[in-house]
């Protein structure tokens, strides 16, 4: 018997993460009825062609979106299969899809939009679609009926051991290591989190939910896709990777009893940090844990009990002390710029950013302005306000959540902002060079005193490296 075929796409964008909800999706279907085909636009040098020699035999074309620039290409190339081949379904996933279902049917060429974890919805969409059956009662999912946009009830999120195992086959996983520029696999091992951050859109996604691997699935996996690839260095790609003590500790038992030779990434809430004990910290970097990334926010306590962070600054430098101690590098995301926030709140993150740059050679610190990104409650009452957010799928193409600031920010306090970015960098730059000594020493002059006025060495540098990093 013919399989049928399943046509999967990620859309171009400036990353090359490893299209993981595709893979996830694919993987759980049952491979001995479906041929899945993934499709990265950011691989192809035209990526319509790519797509082409499979869609007279396609049964759908699903795809996943991230909210931003992605939008701009999974339109683009949902309008011209759509015109292509007007009756083959096409699927959105991911965040954009998962946020905004019905407005997401608004565009003709969109005809199914799925919420939340996609493996069981995905599936049974598939299975609907072979029997040419319609998608009535379809947990976690939006279609139209008679051209209105009908959406189903959530699907209740499932724990993700009862899903099959990534097909890691389904992608040119060497590509992707030339692209990163080093043999490293990105990975998921838990869905969701507990946490209730008002800056974020998780909550609203996944109802404040989390289930995750176990750590005997997570070691026999990671055994298997290491001799199969290779890979020098795992990222684990989820949100709160830290959430539960003991599955953490197993988990490094397992890489250290399977003799796994890889390092590993991930994500370290700052109280989670806190209610690790040393020999745990001491045992995960045995395991290979050579970074973690600690959302800081905010150097405000105000501001960090306004947005919900339900952490401490005491909890911050307390878990970045650990991760000193342990040789452990850090990135300490930090979010200013919010609507109505203090001078003072935008000064205690420069203040805390500087503490934490000092405490190690391995400590970064990134500085972002609010944006308010969909789904999360900051962004409601940004729209409260009168400040209009997207409301078209080519407006919201057009939204940068991560390099651009609000219209409520003030031309001064950007400029602050992008000037200590810029002298922070340079007075902890471990990079040698007699060219680099007098910038750095400048720099950390700065830094010390808080003086960023005439900003000399910053108009010269850029001048030399025209390059939007050094902003």
């Not at 060497?174 to 998921?188: N, P, S, T, V």
Request: charged letters at 25%.
């Amino acid at each position: 018997m013919q399989k049928a075929k399943i046509l999967l796409y990620n859309p171009q964008a400036v990353f090359y993460t490893m299209p993981l909800g595709l893979l996830a999706v694919g993987s759980h279907l049952d491979s001995e009825r479906f041929e899945t085909i993934i499709v990265d636009g950011r691989l192809e040098p035209d990526p319509l062609r790519a797509l082409k020699p499979h869609l007279s035999e396609a049964l759908c074309l699903g795809m996943s979106v991230l909210t931003g620039r992605p939008i701009h290409d999974a339109l683009q190339v949902a309008r011209a299969v759509k015109a292509a081949r007007p009756d083959l379904p096409i699927i959105w996933g991911g965040w954009h899809p998962s946020l905004f279902p019905k407005a997401c049917l608004e565009e003709p060429s969109i005809d199914i939009a799925v919420q939340a974890q996609g493996e069981a919805t995905f599936c049974e969409i598939v299975e609907r679609l072979t029997e040419k059956q319609n998608l009535e009662g379809v947990a976690g999912c939006t279609f139209r009926r008679n051209g209105v946009a009908v959406q189903n009830p959530p699907r209740v999120m499932q724990d993700m051991n009862a899903f099959a195992p990534m097909n890691y086959d389904l992608i040119p996983v060497q590509k992707y290591y030339a692209l990163k520029k080093q043999r490293q696999l990105d990975y998921i091992s838990s869905t969701g989190c507990y946490f209730r951050c008002t800056f974020c859109a998780d909550p609203f996604v996944y109802k404040r939910k989390w289930t995750a691997l176990t750590p005997e699935r997570m070691g026999e996996e990671l055994e298997h896709l290491w001799r199969r690839h290779r890979f020098d260095d795992l990222h684990l790609q989820d949100e709160t990777y830290f959430t539960y003590r003991d599955r953490v500790v197993a988990v490094a038992e397992e890489f250290l009893c399977r003799s796994l030779k890889f390092t590993w990434t991930a994500t370290l809430r700052a109280d989670q940090g806190v209610r690790l004990a040393e020999e745990d910290f001491a045992l995960c970097k045995r395991s290979g844990l050579r970074r973690v990334l600690i959302g800081v926010e905010s150097g405000s306590q105000d501001m960090l009990n306004w947005m919900k962070k339900d952490i401490t600054i005491e909890q911050i430098l307390l878990a970045a002390e650990r991760c000193a101690r342990h040789d452990i590098a850090v990135d300490f995301p930090m979010i200013v710029g919010f609507p109505d926030e203090p001078e003072e709140s935008v000064l205690a993150t420069l203040r805390i950013a500087k503490q934490l740059r000092a405490m190690s050679p391995k400590f970064k610190t990134q500085i972002f302005f609010y944006q308010p990104y969909p789904g999360s409650p900051i962004s409601g009452m940004v729209k409260a306000k009168g400040y209009p957010l997207p409301q078209t799928l080519d407006e919201w193409a057009d939204f940068d959540f991560v390099g651009s600031y609000g219209p409520w920010v003030s031309r001064a306090k950007w400029q602050l902002v992008q000037r200590f970015k810029f002298y922070s960098r340079h007075a902890w730059d471990t990079q040698k060079g007699w060219l680099r000594r007098p910038l750095q020493h400048l720099a950390n002059w700065r830094c010390a005193k808080d003086f960023y006025h005439f900003p000399i060495e910053k108009w010269l540098t850029e001048l030399v490296y025209p390059h939007p990093q050094i902003s």
